[in-house]
């Protein structure tokens, strides 16, 4: 069955420290993968999707990166967090027009 | 601009009310999506529709293609039906949109007891 796993599930970050979120999916191949974030009190806003391994889309200006090392695994990272990046942030994963997997979510806070 | 509007921004009932939920969208699409976020954040998907109607268990979602709107029902509401409730759609992009959706800003819906 297709899963989707997020880590961490929460975490809390002082400004300027780096950031790595790990999403991999399981039960597919070749997935379309995208990371999403929703600040406090806003909708959720795509942040990057995938293709495919090392391609990356960037959908709005920011502080973060996202890299696709393996074909089952999305990274998003930034090298100095700012306030603004707190939020909560989830992959997804689409395959096809009916068939959407979103994952459990990773609460960042930084302080 | 694609946009996606969603009614009402909070909505308070008693269990056992009809509740509905309204999203209209801007431009045409390719597909909307109704999907479900609890208080932890986790997201739930409940229906994918691009036309007529879609109902599983006590939830009824439709669409109206012409007037870019689509509707979710809840027959015989429930507190455990207290959530975040999105809508949202896929603009056509042709070949270029991978499937990227656009999401309304959420309805917060409280089922009192």
């Known amino acids: 069955s297709q899963t989707i796993h997020q880590w961490p599930a929460t975490l809390v970050q002082p400004v300027g420290s780096p950031l790595s979120l790990e999403c991999t999916v399981e039960g597919t191949s070749n997935p379309n993968l995208y990371w999403y974030r929703q600040a406090a009190g806003r909708g959720l806003q795509l942040l990057f999707y995938?293709?495919?391994?090392?391609?990356i889309s960037s959908e709005v200006p920011q502080n973060l990166s996202a890299s696709r090392p393996q074909d089952r695994q999305f990274i998003l990272s930034s090298k100095k967090l700012l306030l603004s990046d707190s939020g909560f942030y989830l992959c997804?994963?689409?395959?096809?027009?009916?068939?959407?997997?979103f994952g459990p979510g990773t609460r960042l806070t930084v302080l | 601009k694609n946009e996606v509007e969603q009614s009402p921004q909070n909505l308070t009932a008693q269990e056992g009310e009809f509740i509905t939920i309204n999203c209209s969208y801007s431009?045409?699409?390719?597909?909307l999506h109704w999907l479900q976020q609890h208080p932890g954040g986790g997201i739930v998907s409940l229906f994918m529709l691009s036309s007529g109607k879609k109902k599983h268990g006590r939830l009824i979602a439709t669409i109206n293609i012409q007037e870019k709107h689509s509707s979710l029902h809840i027959t015989a509401s429930h507190p455990r039906d207290s959530a975040v409730y999105i809508c949202?759609?896929?603009?056509?992009?042709?070949?270029?949109?991978?499937?990227?959706?656009?999401f309304g800003q959420g309805t917060i819906l409280t089922v009192h007891p």
């Open positions: 431009v045409g699409i390719s597909a």
């Open positions: 997804a994963w689409i395959a096809g027009a009916d068939t959407q997997y």
């Open positions: 949202a759609v896929r603009f056509n992009a042709g070949g270029t949109s991978y499937g990227k959706l656009t």
């Open positions: 995938s293709v495919g391994i090392g391609q």
